[in-house]
Each structure stands twice: as structure tokens, then as C-alpha cells.
């Protein structure tokens, strides 16, 4: 994957989608799927995100702010000490300030609200610095 200037310039290889509602990552693995987007792996916990963002390296990843019982922050922030270069976005079904302004303090690099729409996904990814073909 090349870089420049620490943003993707060619289409990730590897999106890794995190959230506890196995509907809510069907629906977001379909919209990339549309996009021209392959190459998926999956989450519901902190456990399985931490354990998959070690091993497999995604180069996007999509972290639900509320699982169940888990702060999606706090994993944001695992996830930045673990790579601080992370392209994560914070998906949420509040886009409250405090929200965003925590998330983009942590270093998240995007923030979409649900229910997804194609629009603000494809606006998320290139606010990501995605490239979209």
C-alpha cells in the first residue's frame, strides 16, 4: 500500500469492521462491497478487535463507539497505542459533540453516524484519505 503523507492513496486492502450488532456489519460490509471493497474481517468485542488488528494488520477500520458492555473509545485508544498511525473511523448511532471531539482527540481519523448512508461513507473514506475508485 503506498503512502503519502501518512494518508492511503491507493484502495485499502484489508477493513476490518467492529460492532456488536452482526446486522449493523453486514449492512457497512455491503456498502463497501459496492464501492469495489473485497477484503473484510469482523468484530463484536475488545478481545477479538485487539487480537485481529495485531494479527492482521487492516489497513481501515470501522469501531462502533457503544458495544455491549465495552467502550469503543477505549479500544480506539488501544488501537492507537498499539499502531498510532491507525486510519480507525468511529461509527456511532449518536453523533453528539462530545462524541466526535473525544474520538478525533484519540486520533480517529473519521466519524459516521448510523444508520449508514452511501454518501457519508464515501465522504468518510476520502475525509480518511481512502482512495475511492
Known amino acids: 500500500m ?8 491507493t484502495r485499502p486492502e484489508k477493513v476490518l469492521i467492529v460492532d456488536d450488532a452482526r ?18 474481517s469482523e468484530a463484536e468485542n475488545r478481545k477479538d478487535t485487539l487480537r485481529k488488528f495485531k494479527e492482521e494488520k487492516p ?20 488501537l492507537k497505542e498499539m499502531d498510532a498511525g ?4 468511529i461509527v456511532s448511532a449518536h453523533s453528539t459533540i462530545v462524541n466526535v471531539r473525544k474520538a478525533m482527540d484519540l486520533g480517529a481519523k473519521g466519524f459516521m453516524v448510523k444508520p449508514y448512508k452511501p454518501k ?11 482512495a475511492i475508485v
Open 2 to 9: 503506498a503512502l503519502q503523507t501518512g494518508l492511503l492513496t
Open 23 to 40: 446486522l449493523m456489519r453486514d449492512f457497512l460490509r455491503n456498502m463497501l462491497l459496492e464501492l469495489g471493497f473485497g477484503n473484510f
Open 59 to 78: 489497513d481501515v477500520v470501522f469501531l462502533d463507539i457503544e458495544l455491549e458492555e465495552e467502550n469503543g473509545l477505549e479500544i480506539l485508544a488501544q
Open 86 to 89: 491507525a486510519n480507525v473511523a
Open 120 to 130: 457519508k461513507l464515501v465522504a468518510t473514506l476520502k475525509n480518511m484519505g481512502v
